[in-house]
Nanobody, 123 residues
Framework: QVQLVESGGGLVQAGGSLILSCAAS????????MGWFRQAPGKEREFVAG????????LIADSVKGRFTIAIVNAKNTVYLQMNSLNVEDTAVYYC????????????????WGQGTQVTVSS
């Protein structure tokens, strides 16, 4: 059974940075795509960034392009989301998700989800 565990969330001032981690276990991930999503109160869950476990081009949402990057460290079975120049609109619960093959921006296409980690940006 695939398990995803996020960590690294917290409270940060606007303009600051955070690194979120997603530790994956319980499966073979060579043919897996990983995605980061976020959900703010009263809003739908939205795609943030994605990458295939085997590497290749990353996909970054326009709302965070130039500020967020996604990377995989295979030796640690971990996916990272580096978040820079944070603003209050980035406040949300951030989720890590996995699906087979290609990155998708649609949350319904992901099979496995972590429990989420709260990111709060203060002005």
């Amino acid at each position: 059974q695939v398990q995803l565990v996020e960590s690294g969330g917290g409270l940060v001032q606007a303009g600051g940075s955070l690194i979120l981690s997603c530790a994956a276990s319980g499966g073979s991930f060579s043919s897996t795509a990983m995605g980061w999503f976020r959900q703010a109160p009263g809003k739908e869950r939205e795609f943030v960034a994605g990458v295939r476990w085997s590497g290749g081009r990353t996909l970054i949402a326009d709302s965070v392009k130039g500020r967020f990057t996604i990377a995989i460290v295979n030796a640690k079975n971990t996916v990272y989301l580096q978040m820079n120049s944070l603003n209050v609109e980035d406040t949300a619960v951030y989720y890590c998700a996995a699906r087979s093959w290609a990155v998708s921006t649609s949350s319904v296409e992901y099979d496995y989800w972590g429990q989420g980690t709260q990111v709060t940006v203060s002005s």
